[in-house]
């Protein structure tokens, strides 16, 4: 007798609800908006530290002439990006325990699955550099070893040329199935293993079932993040001082949402 499949168990105390409302991700946001006004200094110290890391690696790039893989870093930058904002997930932690923080405490966090953090951002860096030789590989498959124009002329050489028409297509296919990798096995993971004991691998895994089983509000929340991204770009990454920390907030009341039970009385 044939049975009827059965999908696999998700985790406990995730949600299976697919109906949840996409507007609860301006909820995420605005609760991030809240925490940053919490004693401001420690967030936007943060996120200002979190701007001259980034501008200093821009700079570097151009410096060496590795300006070619700049675009590919800005979006590896979203992949690593979760881990960067570990602090910030420990700010809102306290907060939500009824205790004051201080950038030190943000900056020195004792994750409660202890160096599974290290492993999973590992983890997270070999994948940005994966997708930023997966960049390579494809500019070199559509224009061979013809020279980056730099800066100033890939905008004639994407949008004017068939060529570049057909590259742009085939990197945002790619780019969007690396995006989408990243996001879902990080989002969660980072703020879980800080405040879990838990492995990296089970993290990831449980990140990925936490957006699959709640995609309509997990697609606004990524499209809410990669529209305040790209106001950092535009910004010369300025707008990184105040968007990474709400947005790094937000994300850890999004994973207090998904996963009940996740706030543990007392940050310790």
Known sequence: ?????????????????????????????????????????????????????SFALVGGLFAFGWDYILFPVFAGFMVVGPLLAIGLYEKSRRIAAGERVSLVQMIVVRPKSGGQVLFAGLMLCSLMLVWIRAAVIIYALFFGVNPFPGLDGVAAMLFTTPVGWAMLIAGTAVGGLFA?????????????????????????????????????????????????????????????????????????????????????????
């Not at 200002?48 to 890391?53: A, Q």
């Not at 809410?224 to 850890?252: C, R, S």
């Open 1 to 53: 007798m044939n049975l009827p499949a059965v999908s696999p168990p998700l985790p406990p105390a995730i949600s299976r609800d697919r109906h949840m409302a996409p507007s609860l991700a301006f909820e995420w946001l605005k609760a991030g908006w809240q925490d940053l006004t919490i004693e401001p200094f420690a967030s936007i110290a943060y996120g200002l530290l979190v701007f001259v890391v």
């Open 180 to 268: 989408a990798f990243s996001f879902a096995i990080s989002v969660f993971a980072i703020p879980m293993l800080l405040n879990e004991r838990v492995d990296a691998l089970t993290a990831m895994g449980t990140s990925m079932a936490m957006v699959w089983a709640n995609l309509p509000v997990m697609l606004t929340w990524a499209a809410i993040a990669l529209g305040l991204f790209l106001i950092n770009v535009m910004t010369g990454l300025l707008a990184m001082v105040i968007v990474f920390p709400v947005l790094g907030h937000g994300t850890w009341h999004a994973y207090v949402a998904m996963k009940p039970g996740a706030e543990v009385p007392g940050a310790g």
